[in-house]
Structures are given as C-alpha cells and as structure tokens.
C-alpha cells in the first residue's frame, strides 16, 4: 500500500511521452505538484505546447526559457522543473535527446504518446501500428540505451471489448474489436514478454475507462481536433453553443433509461492515479502491474446529460437517434485492485466533472487556440526566454 503519492521513494526526473496531450498534460501538473522533476517529449499531433506552458504557469514555475532549438524549460528555486522537448516517439534521435536532456537523470517514463480515435483507427490501421506499437518498441530501446527500466503505460478499458461483464476485472477476457485496441493489446503483450525477458524491469499498464472534465482552474482541459469522438467533449461543445445538439447513440439498450452506461473518472482522479502507480513501482521489487482506473460507477448518457444541465443550471438540446457502430450497452470498471494495490480510488463526482469541464469549455471555447494564433514551440520559447 502506498500511503503517499510518490510513496515516500525520493522525488525523481520522469519522461513523459505525449505529455502535452489531455492526461498527459494534467499527469505533469500533479507530478510537479508532487515534487518530480518532469520532461515531456510530444511531437503535437493532439497536444499543445500552450497547455503545458499553463501547467507551468499553474505550478508556479518561471516562463519559458529556450535551451536550444526544440527545447525549452522553466523552473522554479525549490527545485521543480519542467521541460519540453519536441521530438516523435518513433524517433531515436528524439528520444536520446529527451533522455540526454540537460544533465540526463531520467529514471521512470510514463508512455503516454500514441493515437486513441477508434474510427480514426479503422480508417488507417497502418498508421496507428506505426506510432502505437513502433513507437513503444523504439521507445523500449532507448530506455535500454539509458539504463531506465520503470515504465507506466497508458492502456485502456477498450481491450475488454464489447464484454457483458459488470464490472469488468483486470482477468476479463481481452478481445479488442478495432485496430485501437488491438495495438494496445499488442503493447501490453510486448511489455509483458520485455518484463519477463530480463530483471529489473518495472512495468504498470494502466487500463483507463473514461477520462473526461479538466483541472478545475479552467486553464487546461482536452482539446480534441475537429469534430469530438466521444460524448463529454461533445456535450461542452453544444453547451458553448460550437454544436447545434448532442445525438445520443441509442436509446434503446438494454439498461435503466435506454441509453449506453460508461464508468466516467475526472481526469485529475487519473493523473493522480499515475503519480501513485509511479510511486509503487519505484519502492516495490520489479513487477509488472495491471491496473483498471475507473470510479466503478456506471452513468448513462441521459444521466450525465442531466448531471451537466442541473450542475451548470443549463438546458441543451439533444436528440436520440440510431446506435454508433462497435459500441456496447455497459462499461465500467471494477477498480478494487488499483485500492487494495496502492490505495487508488476516484474521489471526484460526476458533478465535479461537469462543472470542471465546463469551466475549461466556457473559458477556451476554442480550446488552446482561444489563447490566439498557436505560436511554434519555438515561438513560445522565444517569447519567454530569460
Ligand atoms: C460514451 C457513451 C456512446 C458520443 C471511447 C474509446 C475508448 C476510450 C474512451 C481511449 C457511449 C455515447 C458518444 C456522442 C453518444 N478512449 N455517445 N453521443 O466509446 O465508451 O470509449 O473513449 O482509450 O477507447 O472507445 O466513449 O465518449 O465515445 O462514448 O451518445 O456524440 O456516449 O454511445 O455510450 P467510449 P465515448
């Protein structure tokens, strides 16, 4: 049991691959906020460089200062800092470089850079195994080049497939229906034959459910590029009037009011949860951990409609029509292995979701492009170096 979030281990240096992303980004400001010193490596494919200037300007650090080209850093006197290199994960070069950066020291990655749009996937396969499955291997590579073996993986609940177990456990069967989940299956496959294939690895795949809502502050949140695949980021964009009405993929599942039931976790709920995973692994023996991070509660669409309107006092229009392809009537987690391994539980409501996600929507309607034109990254450097 971890009673902390670092768990007591010395306060180190991670990298974070894709943590310019929605959990990306928030998982930095918790483990800032916890005292590790972070690097983040992102090539902003779906990630911004503004969103991680906030997460500095949030955890008190200084602005911007441009180490080199693609390469920038702030920091703060007692000690936190955070830097952000540009570099795709499928790269060698990029990744000693976020390795090698400064002084090096890098001692636990959490792999967060890859595609996750189940359409998108169907549409080009080829693509995701590139950066979801090439990329890990490179990535494995270069934690071999330098000596790092503490890994915390972003897997996801959409292994499970279309199951009718509920809750679903970390032992339910994996059967991945769409390319997405097939590279992730094929991911945690290959950590597993990496884990068993020499000591001292230290490995936790962390199944998410559904990561949905933003830091409270309003200053970070997700930013999906073009029209929103999944609901909550749909649902604030009819609320900011960017959508005309939500369509509810069915109403005719069979559960309480018809419509499909998710198991929804805040996702500061989630990025603590990896502060906590890091921190098992760095004073545990070497192991390989699977983890479910859901609440364990199951709320239908029309029940999160109603949470939305009734938390933010709005009415929003919506219409119920046929069901989306490759979904399935209930998801939800049964997440009492991540409380019993190191404590973990989501302690954040649904009406904490809303109101947080709208905060973040009604104050970036446009996302991170609200705060103007995105400056390159070396743009920003520039703007705030010394
Ligand atoms: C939630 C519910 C829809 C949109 C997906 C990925 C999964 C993971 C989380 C990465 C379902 C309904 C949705 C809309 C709707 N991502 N819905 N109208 O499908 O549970 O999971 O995101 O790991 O891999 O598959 O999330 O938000 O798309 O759907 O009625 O416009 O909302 O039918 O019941 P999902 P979702």
């Known amino acids: 049991m971890i009673d902390s979030l670092t768990g007591g281990h010395s306060l180190t240096k991670v990298l974070l691959t894709g943590g310019a992303g929605f959990i990306g980004s928030h998982t930095s400001l918790a483990l800032l906020e916890s005292g590790h010193q972070v690097v983040v490596m992102d090539d902003f494919s779906n990630g911004s460089a503004e969103a991680l200037r906030r997460v500095a300007e949030l955890t008190g ?15 703060a006197p007692v000690g936190g800092s955070l830097t952000l290199i540009r570099g795709d994960v499928r790269s060698q070069q990029d990744l000693d470089r976020a390795f090698q950066d400064g002084n090096g020291g890098i001692s636990a990655v959490l792999h967060f850079a890859g595609l996750k749009a189940v359409g998108e996937s169907m549409a080009e396969p080829l693509r995701y195994w590139d950066v979801n499955v090439t990329g890990t291997v490179r990535l494995l590579e270069a934690m071999g080049r330098h000596g790092c073996q503490t890994l915390v993986f972003s897997s996801s609940a959409t292994l499970y497939g279309t199951t009718d177990t509920v809750p679903i456990p970390e ?26 294939s020499a000591p001292g690895w230290r490995i936790a795949l962390l199944r998410y459910f559904n990561p949905v809502g933003a830091h409270p502050s309003g200053r970070i949140g997700e930013d999906p590029s073009g029209r929103p695949n999944n609901l909550f980021p749909f649902l604030c964009q009819v609320a900011a009037g960017c959508r005309q009405q939500l369509e509810v993929f069915g109403g005719d599942w069979p559960t309480g009011d ?17 502060g906590r995973a890091l921190g098992l692994l760095q004073a545990e023996p070497p192991q390989l951990l699977t983890l479910n991070l859901g609440s364990g509660q199951g709320h239908s669409v029309l029940e999160l409609l109603r949470t939305f309107e009734t938390t933010n006092g709005l009415t929003l229009p919506y219409a119920v029509v046929e069901r989306r392809p490759g979904d399935s009537a209930v998801s939800v987690a049964d997440p009492s292995q991540a409380e019993r391994r190191m404590g973990w539980r989501t302690r954040r409501s649904l009406a904490d979701i809303c109101r947080d996600g709208w905060a973040w929507q009604r104050a970036n309607p446009q996302g991170y492009r609200s705060a103007g034109p995105q400056p390159a990254p070396e743009l920003i450097g520039a703007q705030h170096g010394s």
């Open 61 to 75: 650090l200084g602005p911007w200062r441009q180490d080199a080209t693609d390469h920038w850093s702030a920091s």
């Open 171 to 196: 032992t339910a069967p994996l059967q991945p229906i769409n390319p997405y989940g097939y590279t992730k299956a094929a991911v945690e496959r290959m950590l597993t034959d990496v884990a068993s």
């Open 258 to 274: 018809g419509t499909g039931v998710r198991d929804y976790l805040h996702v500061m709920d989630l990025a603590e949860g990896h």
